[in-house]
């Protein structure tokens, strides 16, 4: 799956997912607007990402993070187009090496192995004829994660700091306090529109962020409060995150309730485990 919309005659989102079991796995999005694309998706898909950026006179790339379904476009762009890259400073030697990224075969086959490119660090401000973005360092997700804020359109293109429902199981690794400070800085702006490497666009996200926060506080108690209680990891996990062998199995143990309970513990909690 492959599609294309513009948003507000200024931002074009591209969404892309493979296509297995009749059913869209893992949709990821990538934004362009006036010269200027934010990540570059999957490996898989770009053939046809080239084929659409190429007639709107695509001159920089960002990548919000350095993750395999974020920058497999890349090399593509960067040799047929001659785009500059640019990135946090700790993304530039993965881009340079995705084998760095030691991908799972899970990985592999939704996202494909991305090709090396080649990037530098982006400044405080990335400008287009038209647009001034300023670039926000939002880690949680990953440690490199920076975010594009267009101050006079309140746009936040936040690729994956911001992702939404309740999370249940978290990648090893997540960091939980990066994720709340990342969401409490989130509020401090004034965003109008948050624009998510899922794909999902949410108008006047502030009560979407308040909602997470207040669950992500919720979990952080109640996970200090079993541990008080003498129970392990793998046991607070079943009992505030549910089963997670399925995810566990596909992911080969890459995905857990118990690395989100390690991850609260291990950034909020003075008792050792």
Known sequence: MFEQQWIDNNIVQFSMARRMFTKNLYKVSCYYADGLLIDTGSSFFDCQLLDRVRPLSLHT????HCHEDHIGGNHLLQKRLGSGIYAHPEAIPVL???????LRKYQKV???SPLPSTAKAAEQTIQTDRF???????PGHSSDHISLFERKKGW???GDAFIGGREKVFRSDYDIGGIV?????????????LFTGSG???PKPQDAIKRKLAYFEEAIDNVIHLQSQGKNKKQIARELFGDDRTIRMVTSGHFSG???VHSILNRYNDINP
Do not use: R, W
């Not at 340079?96 to 030691?102: I, K, N, Y």
């Not at 001034?132 to 939002?138: G, L, S």
């Not at 400070?181 to 965003?191: K, R």
């Open 156 to 158: 936040l293109i936040c």
């Open 110 to 112: 939704f996202f494909g």
């Open 132 to 138: 001034i973005f300023e670039v926000v360092h939002t």
């Open 181 to 193: 400070q990342t969401y409490q800085l989130m509020l401090s702006l004034p965003v109008s529109i």
């Open 200 to 202: 999902k666009i949410i």
């Open 258 to 260: 118990a690395h989100l």
């Open 96 to 102: 340079a090496d995705p084998t760095l990224l030691s």
């Open 61 to 64: 790339i960002v990548n919000t």
